[in-house]
């Protein structure tokens, strides 16, 4: 018997009992009556093994090589091919000639077969969408249940000390980022200790209206232009802080020994190469570099 997954496979004569009538008392088994010259047959098939894929072997699919199983071609009346025929507690419950769409195949078989749950998000992923999105605490929820099964997972740690600093707990998120091991989330690491960075220097800064009323009187205040920025990052205002910066550093780049240019590049960590402001700025950055 070949095989090509355990949920798909060749009956015959001698296994057809077995395998599609004993097999339809557990899971309804979907036989493709089928023969190597008929061209439907083969546009068919290839949508059957889709479908039972889908089914994550909640459905069974038989296939019967009609020109070799000529016993079975006659026990079942077959009489024009494709034939399709469901089974279902040891009888056969529904079924088609001819190609059919997916949609009417699909059709056939809701009332018969259960479509299996979709499987279960993975927790990080489901974190980190959250934490993108600012739910802050919902992330937070998901990460403690994931570092509560498992305590070193760095990527976890890592969004979760972020999720702290975001709620102002930085020393309890550089706790967290300390117990940080490996170079593999190098990147990551870098970019939640930027966060950190800015979250600090803005609690100690001039609030935002005050900043912006001194580069109203004096656009050249670059102590101010600087702050407003920092300020902007720790309220995640990411564009309108890398325009400041990058303003900043055209205009004047050796403030406070090339400041701006430091800070850009901690922004760039902060929010990951992949982030379509860091790619935009670091071209910016780079003309005015050269």
């Not at 798909?8 to 979907?30: E, G, H, M, R």
């Amino acid at each position: 018997m070949s095989q090509d997954t355990p949920y798909i496979f060749d009956a015959t004569t001698l296994t057809f009992d077995q395998l599609v009538i004993q097999n339809s008392y557990l899971k309804p088994v979907l036989v493709d009556f089928w023969a190597e010259w008929c061209a439907p047959c083969k546009v068919l098939m290839p949508l059957l093994k889709q479908i039972a894929e889908d089914y994550q072997g909640e459905l069974l699919l038989a296939k019967v090589d009609c020109d070799a199983e000529q016993d079975i071609v006659a026990r079942f009346g077959i009489r024009s091919l494709p034939t399709v025929v469901l089974f279902k507690d040891g009888q056969p419950v529904d079924g088609f000639t001819g190609a059919q769409p997916e949609s009417a195949i699909r059709a056939l078989l809701e009332p018969h077969v259960q479509m299996p749950p979709p499987a279960a998000a993975d927790p990080l992923v489901q974190a980190q969408e959250l934490f993108a999105e600012g739910r802050i605490a919902d992330a937070e929820a998901v990460l403690k249940a994931l570092l509560g099964e498992d305590n070193s997972n760095a990527a976890a740690l890592i969004l979760y000390a972020r999720c702290l600093a975001e709620r102002g707990e930085l020393l309890e998120a550089q706790t967290v980022l300390d117990a940080v091991k490996g170079d593999e989330h190098k990147a990551a690491l870098a970019g939640a200790r930027a966060q950190l960075t800015f979250l600090r220097e803005a609690a100690n800064l001039p609030d935002v209206a005050d900043l912006k009323t001194r580069l109203a009187k004096d656009p050249q205040d670059d102590e101010a232009a600087h702050q407003l920025a920092i300020q902007q990052l720790s309220r995640q205002q990411y564009e309108a802080a890398l325009e400041g910066l990058l303003r900043l550093f055209i205009r004047n780049r050796s403030y406070a020994e090339g400041l701006a240019h430091k800070t850009l590049l901690q922004v760039f960590d902060l929010l990951g190469n992949d982030h379509p402001l860091v790619t935009t700025y670091r071209r910016k950055l780079f003309a005015a570099l050269y």
